[in-house]
């Protein structure tokens, strides 16, 4: 699942903590960057149940930049292709944990069209589903709000990979949709990663 084929620039990639070879399982990947069995679990349940996503954003960049993440984002694309007994099987899955309600996030935003919210051992969990012509993880990650969250975990290599450009300098993306609050909180996040802010290049 690289991005290297993506319109965007790869600028860097990050081994993490844990050792992962050839053979290691996909979600031995994941382990490598999240500490819980529950949510390694939630997340095999749905590779099961045939939802294709991927892992990026906030998640990601904090866990390069040694910070505690607040939640994780689950990308869900390619969803022209997602059977009826999927959906079925997904919303059996959610319920069974504690849902947050998700209803204003992502209001507006012309390339979700779904946002999906539960607690996994006390870690939120964002479920995204891109719309229909997002056939990739590329294609979700080049329509993030802003490069600062354009951070995503290879499960090719075990890397969390930078896809956007100008690492270390606060831009917004030329497809991404934000709120006025949401520009807000990545301000604040830049300063907290030691990124640099002009409001010509983020706006």
Not at 1 to 14: A, G
Not at 137 to 160: A, R, W
């Amino acid at each position: 699942m690289s991005l290297t084929d993506s319109p965007s620039i790869l600028q860097e990639e990050y081994m993490v903590d844990k050792i992962v070879t050839e053979g290691f399982t996909i979600l031995d990947r994941y382990a490598a960057i999240i500490n819980s069995k529950e949510v390694i679990s939630f997340l095999g349940q749905l590779k099961d149940i045939g939802i294709t996503f991927g892992i990026a954003g906030g998640y990601c960049r904090d866990v390069v930049h040694d910070l505690e993440p607040k939640d994780l984002d689950i990308i869900v694309y390619g969803t022209e292709l997602i059977e009826l007994k999927k959906l079925r099987d997904f919303y059996d899955l959610i319920e069974n944990y504690q849902r947050i309600d998700k209803a204003p996030s992502g209001e507006g935003n012309p390339n979700l069209t779904a946002v999906h919210g539960v607690r996994v051992d006390d870690l939120d969990i964002d479920i995204i589903f891109y719309n229909p012509l997002h056939k990739s993880l590329s294609d979700c990650v080049e329509v993030f709000d802003c490069n600062l969250n354009q951070y995503y975990f290879d499960e090719d290599d075990g890397c969390i990979k930078f896809a956007g450009k100008n690492e270390g300098i606060l831009m917004s993306t030329p497809r991404g949709y934000s709120d006025s609050k949401r520009r807000l909180r990545m301000v604040y996040k830049a300063g907290q990663v030691d990124w640099e802010f002009n409001p010509d290049l983020y706006n």
